[in-house]
């Protein structure tokens, strides 16, 4: 029996781990959405984009060498400007695709995002291919890519037998948890935030008393893709592989998160984000592989059936 438990609790820790990570692309996602009600397509895709960047970066510096003070150092530069590089270009991306199809029907918008990830999947098919030693020498552009292991899964708790919380769990929360306190204070605290909450409620009125919603919505779009970038970068060093199909997979379990949790609704991302980690990695413990995508989604149907607006979702009345 107490094997079982410590089992169990060994899969919870790795669900929240996990779960924090889904999170924090997730809060991507619902940003975007509750300012301008776009279903950003492209944001896990330009997430796989920064994870190519840190592992770029690591080719060109040998990060993956250095220790101690400066392979901190060496990590906090890949967190940085992933998060800079993937803000950045989540910006230029509404500029130059979404903002002139502000008034257009939403539809619209949205074909215009999925066609935007598809741009991006290519971007990443062809940096795969670059002649570096940390992409295979560019031998094979679309196969799964190594990324080193920065950061050990030496146990800080716990040993070979019994609950195991490692240090990559630590960095986890550590990297994941402070940006969304400070996304929380930005949102709640600030002119930005509470401009913010004024076009997400009323873009007319808000434009009507003086907000310059464009730069709100351009600010809102940095600010996701940058934390989409921090995302990339953690998730990288704790699953050891990269591909330019990663954009899928983190992107969709992101979008479910968001859903469940009530999109539009920043707790409700990281709540939506933890329930999907815990999720999977019960099934991963306790049902074959397989099934982890069926119980994701069967849970997402369940949870909308009796909650359409997601958990922490506002019921709204469709506007006319």
């Known amino acids: 029996m107490e094997k079982e438990i410590e ?4 899969l919870l820790v790795t669900g929240l781990s996990n779960g924090m990570i889904i999170a924090l692309v997730a809060i991507g ?6 300012i301008i009600e776009l279903i950003n397509w492209a944001h896990g895709d330009l997430c796989m984009l920064g994870a190519f960047l840190a592992l770029t970066l690591i080719g060109l510096l040998g990060i993956d060498s250095w220790t101690g003070p400066l392979g901190f150092a060496g990590l906090a530069l890949l967190l940085v400007t992933s998060a800079l590089f993937c803000g950045t270009l989540n910006l230029a991306i509404d500029a130059v695709a979404y903002r002139p199809l502000r008034r257009a029907p939403k539809l619209t918008l949205l074909v215009t995002a999925i066609g935007v990830s598809f741009v991006l999947v290519n971007v990443g098919l062809f940096w795969g291919g670059l002649p570096m030693d940390v992409f295979s020498g560019g031998v094979a552009a679309s196969a799964p890519k190594a990324f080193p292991p920065l950061v050990p899964a030496t146990p800080l708790i716990g040993a070979e037998e019994g609950v195991r919380i490692t240090l990559r769990d630590v960095l986890i929360v550590a990297v994941t948890l402070p940006l969304m306190l400070a996304l929380w204070w930005l949102v709640r605290c ?19 008393m003086g907000i310059d919603t464009d730069r709100v919505v351009g600010a809102t779009f940095f600010i996701g893709g940058a934390l989409g970038g921090f995302g990339s970068v953690v998730y990288a060093l704790n699953n050891g ?14 979008f479910v998160a968001a859903v469940i949790g009530g999109i539009g609704s920043l707790p409700g991302a990281v709540l939506g984000g ?3 980690g815990i999720a999977r990695s019960m099934s991963d ?4 592989t397989r099934w982890t995508n069926t119980l994701v989604f069967a849970l997402l149907i369940v949870i909308l059936i009796f909650r359409p607006s997601g958990l922490l979702g506002l019921r709204m009345k469709e506007k006319v």
């Open 7 to 10: 089992y169990l609790l060994q």
């Open 29 to 34: 996602y619902t940003m975007v959405y509750g």
């Open 190 to 208: 600030t002119k930005l935030g509470k401009a913010m909450r004024a076009v997400a409620q009323n873009p007319t009125a808000a434009s009507l």
């Open 241 to 254: 592989t990269i591909s330019f199909q990663l954009g899928y997979r983190v992107g969709m379990d992101a």
């Open 274 to 276: 933890l329930l999907i």
């Open 285 to 288: 413990g306790y049902l074959e």
